[in-house]
């Protein structure tokens, strides 16, 4: 049964009760919410409780104890959490201290960041990178380094993409400059998708001019494929804090959150990429994230989803923190795209 506007109370009730659990651990009873809800007598609590069970927010550990939230309940709190948009501004100042601007790579400023975030709440960050193949091509250079290989440069309206890439002793600088600006007349303003799709006929068009360029041509087209391929990367900058104050019987699920952690197919099929704001997840009994949650928001910049960062962690966190800290986070790539380190 779900809470609407009539059940104004239960909504009430719901809410102080799983923020009193998440801070505290403590089972939930009729005499603990008495303290905040001074005008509802014990036996009335009593009775909001009992119903709430029985529509099942709330399940008893014991006949006799207290009562513990059910994944309804924390969806109720969460939701009522993402409702509200003045969210932590602790959390925000927090992260606020620990940021800085981006540096010139769009990958290592993403993967930075979602190491200050994991930095800055103590549960694991996640970053799902998924549509970089959408970025515009800006200018594309190829330049030899010392050791013969070439630094890739790939400017877009969202930063710059770089990479290694392998380079033939025979080409020179001149032919590096050669074919850098051969690639940004075709593939200006294309999308790097495109770049990959076409790379191997344009180049075949333009006959011997490009033919001799053939292994540099090969080692773009890897590279690329490489960056738009879906990729995650896991940030746990404080592995043993996401354990401190848990209770003995939440062991076994801060266990299946680490464990969720170590298959990148699993992350993947769990981090929305299709929503344009904060969602989460929170993990049932068939759930690959069984015992957790995983709270959730896209990266876009310039209008373009580029990935996903999420934070995950056992069920009883402090959610408004979270949602802060995250919500921060992703609004700041897109102001900061023109900044450098």
Known sequence: MKIDEKNKRKHDIILKAVDDYIHTAQPITSGGLNAYFTDISSATLRNELNALESMGYFRQLHTSGGRVPTDLAYREYVNAILENDKLNYKSIKKVLNSYEDRSISLISTLSTLAKRLSRATNYPAVLVQHGLKNLTIVNIQIIPLIKKDALLLIETNAGIIDDNIALDPNIDRDACVEASDYLTKHFKDKTIGY????????????GAQMIQFKSLIDSVADALIAVIKTKCDVSNENPTKMLDGISKSEFDDAKNVFEFLEDADNVIDVVKTDTNDLNFTIGGEESKLKGGMMMS??????????????????????????????????????????GND
């Open 297 to 338: 928001a896209p990266i876009v910049v310039n209008g373009v989803p580029i990935a996903s960062l999420a934070l995950v962690g056992p069920k009883r966190i402090d959610y408004a923190n979270v949602a802060a800290a995250l919500k921060f986070i992703v609004s700041q790539i897109d102001h900061q795209k023109g």
């Open 195 to 206: 770049m990959v799709d076409n790379i191997n006929d344009v180049c075949l068009k333009a």
